[in-house]
């Protein structure tokens, strides 16, 4: 099965970014960003998964699990 959004956001770990780092990073919580990779609640604007993919240096389509997705 593939993983969630909220679990590729969790990749933040192989980067060495902290929670903490992250939510600063994109403007959140240390717990709306648990939330999101706990999958405790939906990641559905594509404004906010393009700001998290953009702290995360990775492609919109790549942390939407859709490599063709044109940006």
Do not use: C, F, H, Y
Not at 18 to 37: K, M
């Amino acid at each position: 099965m593939n993983p969630t959004i909220g679990e590729r956001v969790a990749w933040r770990r192989r980067r060495g970014m902290s929670q903490e780092v992250l939510a600063g990073l994109v403007g959140r919580t240390v717990d709306w960003l648990s939330r999101a990779e706990n999958n405790r609640m939906e990641l559905d604007r594509l404004s906010v998964i393009k700001t998290l993919a953009d702290a995360l240096d990775v492609s919109l389509g790549d942390l939407l699990a859709e490599p063709t997705l044109m940006e």
